[in-house]
């Protein structure tokens, strides 16, 4: 792998935490039923997805109303995660001990999300 770039965002634990959350949601979601995969698999995935992205895309645009409006999206994306984590539980497609430390990760990035949207207010 070439070197990467140092874009500043990488930086941010908000990012690093959605990251590993993306990690937990797609091992999580490995084992869903397979009639799910273009389902509620491949959307709990790109939801989870987008919650670094959103982080990573505002943080670049380099001004604090933009990152706090990409900070409230990546935010909403938690939510929806969360959701469907939820559903995924109701369906038990993974026992509640498998989906736990997953909506741990996702309650820690929720507050570094809300912590750096709060530190941009006063900036």
């Known amino acids: 792998m070439a070197d990467k770039a140092n874009y500043g965002y990488e930086e941010l634990l908000a990012w690093q935490r959605a990251m590993d959350l993306v990690d937990m949601v797609y091992v999580l979601t490995g084992s869903w039923p397979s009639h799910e995969q273009f389902g509620l698999t491949n959307q709990v995935r790109r939801a989870s997805v987008s919650v670094p992205s959103n982080i990573a895309e505002g943080q670049g645009r380099k001004s604090n109303g933009d990152f706090a409006r990409f ?45 750096l949207k709060r530190s941009l207010k006063g900036r």
């Open 71 to 115: 900070l409230a999206i990546s935010y909403g994306s938690l939510m929806e995660v969360r959701t469907q984590l939820e559903i995924g539980l109701r369906r038990e497609y993974s026992p509640a001990d498998d989906i736990a430390p997953v909506l741990a990760k996702l309650d820690e990035t929720g507050r570094l999300i809300n912590g």
